[in-house]
């Protein structure tokens, strides 16, 4: 006899529909974090103003109003500098916008287009002259980067707190006049972000462990990806490499879904790791397959497995809580690879909900479809 549907997880508590819900969590896992915090929502450009930049209703309207009437003058001030065009700048707080010239013959026709104007010596394009011969210096030990800092019409070089930076050697090289650049020093080393790819282990809270399921990005172009709402409550914390990221969305019971949004280091991929069993799978959309087609999963705890689909439309009655609308398959999982990666030929089908069995002796497998997690919180699939 078959044993009963578990979560394939060491997974946490759960809330559901926004609403907390005391699901027990997986015999064995570590609990959820207690107090976790909870991101404000944001479901328009004005209120995500006023969560970010600390902005009142009515100062987030008027910023959006007067950016838009930028653009529209920007665009007129350009057109008018022609080739003496140096950069344009808008000042949130003033709402002003000047436009940038490299000669004093273009500042009638930019302030005539309803813009302040300024003249430069570099501007743009003289500024990505100077980049571009420190880029063809190359690297310099304790040296962070360089970019251009049109507002005051200079290159910064961010050289590391307290390395030795040899930033006369640099300039040399580069033939690039010290009386172009300002040096800053930063204690913040830059580092690659931490690659999304689906499958891979994640973990909640520093204790308990998913994997992820497909990178996404949100209606405001934020990095995540879509995973198991058994995995996290909204609010609670995720390490992934050297990234970071909070779970935004989260429901389980009654459904298994969660979004979790990158807060730092996410570079996302359209890849499904295939561990052992060769190289990553391209994701190229979201096509439902029919009942019956051949599905792979990707989990962190046993890696690639296959099988096929058996039904869609199943409820599951966990210990934790009952799932609707959960799909059946006949591949192998087991704890640790909740969340991963469901996926039939490039076509991304679900994340790993729970089931029976495991990959010694088989057993049977659920996922939660993603294409109702992407339409239901405006996501967009990484392909």
Do not use: K
């Not at 007129?76 to 916008?97: C, N, P, R, V, W």
């Not at 800053?184 to 931490?194: G, I, K």
């Not at 995720?238 to 429901?251: A, L, M, P, R």
């Not at 599905?295 to 966990?318: E, L, P």
């Amino acid at each position: 006899m078959r044993a009963s549907p578990i979560i394939s997880a060491i997974g946490t508590g759960a809330l559901a529909l926004g609403m907390s819900v005391a699901a027990a969590p997986t015999a064995g896992a570590a609990p959820a974090p207690q107090n976790p915090t909870e991101p404000a929502e944001a479901t328009t450009m004005a209120e995500a103003l006023e969560r970010d930049l600390g902005l009142n209703e009515a100062e987030a309207t008027d910023l959006i109003d007067a950016q838009e009437s930028a653009l529209d003058v920007d665009a007129e001030a350009t057109e008018a500098a022609g080739e003496h065009y140096g950069g344009s700048l808008f000042d949130t707080e003033t709402h002003d916008l000047t436009v940038l010239v490299t000669d004093s013959a273009a500042v009638p026709g930019v302030e005539a287009a309803g813009a302040e104007a300024a003249v430069v010596e570099h501007g743009v394009e003289g500024l990505d002259d100077l980049i571009s011969d420190l880029d063809s210096a190359g690297a310099q030990e304790g040296v962070v980067g360089w970019y251009p800092e049109v507002e005051n019409d200079t290159v910064v070089i961010e050289t590391l707190e307290g390395a030795d930076a040899d930033v006369d050697a640099l300039l040399s090289s580069a033939g690039v006049d010290p009386a172009d650049v300002r040096v800053e020093t930063t204690d913040e080393a830059p580092e690659v972000y931490a690659n999304i790819v689906g499958g891979d282990a994640y973990t909640i809270g520093g204790s308990s462990r998913c994997s992820v399921g497909f990178p996404a990005s949100d209606s405001y172009g934020q990095p995540g990806f879509v995973t198991a709402g058994h995995c996290g409550t909204t609010g609670s914390s995720v390490s992934i490499g050297n990234g970071s990221g909070v779970f935004s969305q989260s429901v389980f019971p009654g459904n298994d879904a969660a979004f979790v949004r990158g807060t730092s280091n996410f570079s996302l991929t359209n890849l499904v790791n295939r561990y052992n069993s060769g190289s990553d799978v391209a994701v190229s959309g979201s096509t439902q397959a029919p009942i019956g087609s051949q599905v792979c999963r990707s989990g962190s705890t046993t890696g690639w497995h296959c099988g096929t689909i058996q039904a869609r439309g199943q409820t599951v009655s966990y210990p934790q809580g009952t799932v609707r609308d959960l799909t059946r398959t006949s591949v192998c999982a087991e704890p640790g690879d909740s969340g991963g990666s469901f996926i039939s030929g490039s076509q991304a089908q679900g994340v790993t909900s729970g089931g029976s069995g495991n990959c010694s002796w088989g057993g049977t497998t659920y996922y939660q479809e993603v294409n109702p997690m992407l339409n239901s919180w405006n996501l967009n699939l990484s392909t």
